[in-house]
């Protein structure tokens, strides 16, 4: 049997993962805790933890997990941003779950971007209290519209694909453009000229605060700003700032800077410490769904497939696995196309 401690277990992870795991000899420890310093050594006797967007594990965690026999960090999640793999490599191996619906993150974007601007969310609470005035309801078409999609990935064309859906102009920043009949643009650009911007790539030392002061203030008036990615793409503080100046016209945020110590809990009881993230709640303009964008069942029972298979890869199949995310080559990525062996 292989054992395997899996972090931060929320109720809608287990079915799939019981499941799926039960069938192919995978027995999990579920722990309600997340994985940081002090909680490491509750994965004693596992041959394997598996992660989640906000399980800390840096450095010290993977030296804590590695001498009580750890040898397989597998994320059940697409960004990895929150793992050292420079520091498991030749240690711990490392595997993720590239895509298991890059449609549920689409339409989530498209989900809050028509809710912002159409004003779903203040119509629905509205009616329900029979309020049926539309006084400060006003929205605008999309039709027309100019979207800048930055990050053209697996997420991002989904996006681009449902925003021509209606009617909207599709300006796209990526590090690598593409020859797709998209239309690249510089990223000073697709600041200029986008009425909505939308942010789909992943959190790296670049792009860290891509959109900060300098970049809101390139941008035109009114914009609504989208980001289903990580939420330290933006520089929350200057967002809010954007947002008192009316320079941005709606914020429609999955994730925040510094979403590790509240999203995914009911804090409904508790005092909000983060007075950032209380500022941005109070603003009219500003959704925020709590990193909701994976949160479909057919991603859940992909996620739950993929990383059972990445477990089994590692054990039965010498270690061979097409999803390893391996820090040797430089380019985290771009190996597993011609990956031929186990990286160490
Ligand atoms: P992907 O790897 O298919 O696409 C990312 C794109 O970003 C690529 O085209 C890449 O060339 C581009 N890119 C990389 N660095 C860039 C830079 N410095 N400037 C501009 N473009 C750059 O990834 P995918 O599957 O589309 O996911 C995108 C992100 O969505 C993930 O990194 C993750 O952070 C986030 N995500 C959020 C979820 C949620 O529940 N909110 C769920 C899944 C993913």
């Not at 209606?166 to 590090?175: E, K, S, Y």
């Not at 980001?227 to 925040?256: F, M, P, Q």
């Amino acid at each position: 049997m292989i054992k395997v401690a899996f972090y931060d277990t929320k109720a809608y992870d287990k079915p799939s993962f019981e499941a799926y795991g039960g069938q192919n000899g995978i027995e999990f420890r579920f722990l309600e805790t997340k994985l940081n310093t002090d909680t490491a050594a509750l994965a004693e006797g596992c041959g394997a933890v598996c992660v989640f967007v906000n399980d800390d594990v840096n450095a010290e965690v993977i030296e804590k997990l590695y001498k009580s026999g750890v040898r397989l960090i597998a994320l059940r999640s697409a960004g990895y941003n929150n793992v050292d793999v420079k520091a498991a490599f030749g240690k711990i191996h490392v595997v993720h779950v590239p895509a298991y619906s890059p449609y549920a993150v689409a339409e989530h974007a498209a989900a809050l971007l028509l809710t912002s601007v159409r004003r779903i969310h203040k119509a629905y609470n509205r009616t329900r209290e029979f309020n049926f005035s539309l006084n400060g309801l006003t929205g605008f078409d999309l039709h027309g519209k100019t979207v800048g999609v930055i990050g053209a990935g697996k997420i991002g064309r989904i996006f681009i694909d449902i925003c021509r859906g209606f009617g909207m102009r599709v300006l796209a920043f990526d590090r690598h453009p593409a020859d797709d009949g998209i239309e690249y643009v510089s990223l000073d650009d697709l600041l200029r000229q986008s009425d909505v911007i939308s942010l789909h790539c992943p959190l790296t030392d670049e792009t860290r605060h891509l959109i900060d002061g300098a970049a809101i203030a390139k941008m035109k008036k009114g914009v609504v700003v989208v980001n289903t990615s990580r939420g330290a793409l933006i520089d929350a503080e200057a967002l809010l700032e954007g947002i008192k100046e009316r320079k941005i016209g709606a914020a429609c945020l999955d994730v925040y800077e510094e979403e590790a110590d509240v999203f995914f809990e009911d804090r409904s009881g508790h005092i909000m410490d983060d007075e950032l993230l209380s500022r941005l709640l109070s603003m009219p303009n500003v959704i925020v769904t709590s990193h909701q964008a994976f949160l479909t069942q057919d991603a859940l029972d992909n996620i739950a497939e993929t990383t059972v298979n990445n477990i089994l890869s590692y054990y039965k199949n010498a270690g061979l696995c097409d999803n390893e995310l391996c820090y040797r080559c430089g380019n985290i990525e771009r190996c597993k196309s011609d990956r031929k062996q186990r990286c160490f």
